[in-house]
């Protein structure tokens, strides 16, 4: 079975920096994108990151030039570095993978999620 399990979240002061990592574990041929998604309390889950399976990457405009997603494919692990964080940054961040498992077709799978806190 796959699975998804981010680490690294916490609580940080402004202009602090986390990084977040996802592994995907279980019998799984491939993975194509990688993403991460937050979401804050009382709005709807966004998009925030993602990276293609030849490294090409897009960010949401609110973290442009602050955050840097990246992935190591030998490990089946991507990253989220977090640098200059601000308040409305907090939210609980879910690692997000277009991926085929063994025996299977692809498909979408999702983290359990970890909680980023940026307050003073």
């Known amino acids: 079975q796959v699975q998804l399990v981010e680490s690294g979240g916490g609580l940080v002061q402004p202009g602090g920096s986390l990084r977040l990592s996802c592994a995907a574990s279980?019998?799984?041929?491939?993975?194509?994108?990688m993403a991460w998604y937050r979401q804050a309390p009382g709005k709807e889950r966004e998009l925030v990151a993602t990276i293609t399976s030849d490294g090409s990457t897009i960010y949401a405009d609110s973290v442009q030039g602050r955050f840097t997603i990246s992935r190591d494919n030998a490990k089946n692990t991507w990253y989220l570095q977090l640098n200059s964080l601000k308040p409305e940054d907090t939210a609980v961040y879910y690692c997000?993978?277009?991926?085929?498992?063994?025996?299977?077709?692809?498909?979408?799978?999702w983290g359990q999620g970890t909680q980023v806190t940026v307050s003073s």
């Open positions: 997000n993978a277009n991926l085929r498992p063994v025996l299977k077709p692809f498909g979408v799978f």
């Open positions: 279980g019998r799984i041929v491939t993975i194509s994108n």
